[in-house]
Structures are given as C-alpha cells and as structure tokens.
C-alpha cells in the first residue's frame, strides 16, 4: 500500500472500441436478497493497521444443493469499540431466485476472530466443502459435517497458527505434492498488537500507518496427513523464506508443467513473489527472475489482490494484482520459459486505477465471449482522505475493463451500471441463480456489502464445469480444463482461494461467443489422469469425475 504521498500523472492507453461484442449490465440487487450483513473493522479512532485490511468473503455451494452460497468474514472489536453482542462471520444460504437466508447460527460457522482471508475446500476428501479462516490471530478450521452443519477440527488439524501478534492474509488450498490430498498455505501480513504504538500523521491529521514500519511474518506451509491432521512443513517446503507482507494470493500451474505453483501478493518491497514448484511440494521464490515482483518501472507496489487467467488465449496463465493510490493494477502476461512482461499500459488493463486503492479483482468473462474481462473494487484506506487529497475518494465505483479479443481492455463501467459506490475490499465472482452469467458479491468495509446481478443480454453460448476427483482431490483443485470450440480454445484451472483474501469461482465458466457445442473437453487432472470428451451441447452446466465421463446437473 505504501502509504508515501503519490503524484497522480495521467498517462495515456491504446485501446479500442468493444466493437460488436454484447454490452454488460449489473444491475444492484442487495436490498432485495435478504441478506442483513454489515461489515466492522472494529474502529474506535486509534488508527490501527490492521483495520485497513479485513475482509474477505467466500462464495461456494457448503450444503451440495446446486446453488452457491455466500460467507461474509467479519471483524471483532478493537480497544475503545463498544458492542452489545461480539461481530461475528455470517453464512448466507442460497435460496434461489437472488434470495439468501442467515444460516450462521444453525451452521455454527459465525467464528467472532478478527476475520481477514478465507478459502474452502473438501480437504478430507468427503464430498463436502470445509472453510478455513485467516485471521489477526489464532486461525480457525471448520469441517463440513454433510448435513448443513460444521465442527470446529481446528485445534485437532494443528492448522491454528496461534501467535498472537499474527496479522493474516490470503489462504489457499492446493496439493501441493499431487498425493491427493489438500495442502494448506497460509499468507501472513505483518506483527501487530494493539499495544503497539505506531502512530502516522499528514498535514496535521492522523491517518493510517505504514505497514514497512511492522515486522513481517513469515509464511506456512501444512501438509495434509490424510487423517484429519496436517503438519508445519513452512521450512522444509521453503515458503518461509518469503520475506514480504503477504497480501492476495492464488496457486496456479503457471508453467504448465503438470504442478501447482504460488502467487504471492507483498505490500511493498521486497515485491511480489513468485513460487515455483519442483514436483515434490519444494518451492523456490523467482518473482524477481521471472519480472511479477515489480512493474516495468522496477517498483515495488503495495499490491492487495490477485487472480491468475488466460486473458488472451493462449494457454498460458497470466496474473492480474491490484494496489494502491498512484500505482497501477497490473497486468502480467505469461511468456513461457518463467518469464512475465508488464503489459498494463499496452492493453489498458489499469484504466481507472491510478488515483484509487484497488482490491478484490478477476479475470472472467462477463459477456460470454469467449475471452476474459477485468472487475475490481475500489476503497481507500485512509478514512479521512477527502480531507487530505483532492485527487481520490473514500467510496469509488467498481470497475469492469471488457477484453475486446484483441489483447486489449475498454472500460465499460458506466454503461454496465457500474454507478455505485463502495469502499470494497474483497469481491467474488459466480453464477449465483445458475443462469450462464457471472455474478458479483463485493464485501465493502464499515458497510453492508453490494450484490451485482449479471442481466447481459446476449446471444452468446456457455458451459460451466465441476471437477469431481477420484485418484486426484476431489474437487480437483489444481486440475487443468482445456476447451476448443471452432476456432475457439480456453484454458482453466481450478482454484481455492484467490483475489483479495477471497474465495471464489470453483465452477469453472467459460463463455463460448456464438459456439453451440464444445468440439473437445479435455481435463488433465492433477493425479496425471487425462479425459477427453467430444461434442459437449452449449449452455449448461456439466459435473466432470475422474475417470468416468461428465453428467449435466439440473
């Protein structure tokens, strides 16, 4: 975030038009679903740091219905807030029809930590998903019981990560080692208590502190055991040495060679870390060899998110940051051969980032045609910085940067009915009434969140995936999908845990432009399995397993 006073200098964009490609449209339904969350970063005044962080959210079906459900993480009171009944996180069940339900309660999953970073993932291999929770302090791990409830397993899985001066950040499941069974990796911010007294102060006015004036805290790394338990292996696995303040993070077989590797988002120097995989669950940081730890000037941003797509096509994944105020959003396109080049100003991936501290963000596509787009929120983190900095605002827009096929990016927000304000930190991304359009759930600090409802009108085709594994984990997180239609060909993996300290998209989505059939599906899974299907009918969505064919889930 690198809190140094910046000069906003316009700059220039090469971008076209979005030609013929169907026009996107949002439209804000959250007063309509029922749900009643609102936000608390535990502020009373003090300006501590770890307020300017939290939350993210999760988007996933816990209950197996067919419809995704929303987790929204919460903070907790900090010295100097009074509250009646201590914040806790909140699980929305989907009803259908963009009508959610408080189940927190029933589910016991309202953990009251201070919550920052959430994944989910099945990591017993169960058939249900379980949630993990990053938070200023002690973690905490819920296990899915199968029957709409969760047990807290987290001091039987040795995954609390108790210090108490532990300020987290984003979380991932991944297999890290291809046994079949999910890892855990877990991104820390900084040391902090609120003993600490770090105070900051512009133009008389006290605001935020920076966070180079903390310590870090290191990585970890859990291995899973395959019995309920997992094992620290941050030192031998090498995800320790990485010196930043974690931010977003996302796993991803960047290389394409058949393992998973790590994303790591860092607030400020030394920059953002790459780390590569040698097969065995060993990893090396070559952020700064491979040019994702600084952007084409050789900075260090303060970078919060992250997501990891193929936003040209050419089935190589590429990696999306967001940060912030007079850095831009970064887009960096994947060369091969461990190498990534700045594109951002090139393509116009940043329009709209300079004078905003960027956060929850995607690579996705809104309009189904077949290449993927670019949605962010945007917040500042100093509340009182309208009274400082004529140049930003507190509460801004979402941005949406539509892919135009040609490598480029147009800002459409405005006329996608992206006028409201936020001050978001994470955002989500997916179908949630299941009908082939992308949804948006943004979590927006000291306020309620915003739901976006999708309602594109479009002639273009779709079909949405689930991995189930058998040899591979069963969600097949990790595993690769590889679709062709006519001259059109995508690539994706699944993810758990990615953007800014969210959780998202486990379904994975493609837009197929004017394609009625799928020609060709191939999933290589991450056990080393392949399947390969042909002539799959557009516009529904499909369940994969391992090994035995696909089925359309109605």
């Known amino acids: 975030m690198m809190r140094s006073v910046a000069i906003i200098l316009g700059f220039s964009l090469l971008a076209t038009s979005a030609g013929a490609a169907d026009k996107v449209r949002f439209r804000d339904v959250t007063a309509a679903t029922g749900i009643d969350f609102v936000h608390t970063d535990g502020s009373s005044g003090n300006y501590f740091i770890i307020e300017t962080v939290a939350s993210g959210l999760a988007t996933f079906d816990y209950d197996n219905d067919g419809l995704v459900d929303i987790y929204f993480l919460n903070g907790s009171a900090l010295p100097g807030m009074k509250v009646d009944k201590p914040p806790c996180n909140r699980l929305y069940k989907n009803l259908g029809g963009f009508r959610f339900v408080d189940v927190t309660e029933k589910a016991g999953v309202g953990d009251t930590g201070y919550g920052l970073a959430v994944a989910t993932a099945d990591f017993d291999n169960d058939g249900d998903q ?161 040019g994702v730890a600084f952007d084409s000037a050789g900075l260090a941003h303060g970078a919060m998110g992250v997501d990891a797509g193929d936003y040209d096509n050419d089935g190589r994944l590429d990696f999306y940051v967001t940060s912030y105020q007079g850095q831009l959003a970064t887009l960096y396109r994947n060369l091969g051969d461990d190498l990534f080049d700045d594109v951002t100003q090139l393509t116009g991936a940043g329009t709209r980032s300079l004078n905003q501290v960027t956060w929850g963000c995607t690579l996705a596509d809104f309009n189904n045609d077949g290449f993927k787009d670019i ?133 994975l989505h493609f837009g197929l432009g004017h394609h009625q059939t799928v020609d060709r599906l191939e999933v290589r899974w991450l056990s080393g399995h392949v399947d390969v299907f042909k002539n799959i009918p557009a516009d529904r969505r499909i369940v994969v397993t391992e090994g035995q064919g696909w089925r359309e889930i109605r």
């Open 375 to 507: 949605f962010y929120v945007c917040g500042h983190l100093i509340d009182n910085i309208e009274q400082l900095d004529d140049t930003t605002s507190l509460a801004a827009s979402p941005v949406l940067l539509l892919n135009d096929g040609t490598g480029k990016f147009v800002d459409v927000s405005m006329e996608a009915g992206l006028t409201m304000k936020s001050v978001g930190r994470g955002a989500a991304f997916d179908d949630l009434d299941n009908d082939g359009r992308l949804d948006v759930v943004i979590l927006n600090t000291r306020r309620p969140p915003t739901i976006l409802r999708n309602e594109t009108m479009t002639s273009n085709h779709w079909l949405e995936v689930q991995l189930v594994g058998r040899q591979t984990n069963r969600d097949g997180v990790g595993s690769r999908v590889i679709l062709q239609a006519g001259d059109l060909t995508q690539v994706d993996e699944v993810h758990s845990g990615r953007g800014y300290q969210s959780h998202y998209g486990m379904r």
């Open 130 to 290: 379980d949630i993990y929770i990053s938070n200023w302090g002690p973690n905490c791990f819920f296990r899915n019981n199968g029957d709409g409830t969760f047990t807290d397993v987290t001091r039987q899985t040795g995954t609390a990560a108790a210090f108490p001066d532990k300020a987290g950040a984003g979380v991932a499941f991944l297999d890290a080692d291809r046994d079949g069974w999910l890892d855990l990796f877990v991104s820390n911010y900084l040391r902090f208590t609120t003993e600490m007294d770090v105070r900051a102060y512009w133009k008389g006015l006290r605001i935020y502190p920076d966070p180079s004036r903390f310590a870090v805290f290191p990585d970890m790394l859990f291995r899973n055991n395959r019995d309920g338990t997992f094992r620290d292996i941050s030192e031998e696995s090498g995800v320790n040495k990485h010196r930043g303040r974690g931010m977003g993070i996302v796993c991803a077989d960047y290389d394409n060679d058949g393992d998973t590797d790590i994303f790591v988002n860092s607030d400020g120097p030394p920059g953002n870390s790459l780390l590569k995989n040698d097969g065995t669950g060993r990893f090396e940081d070559i952020g700064m060899l491979a």
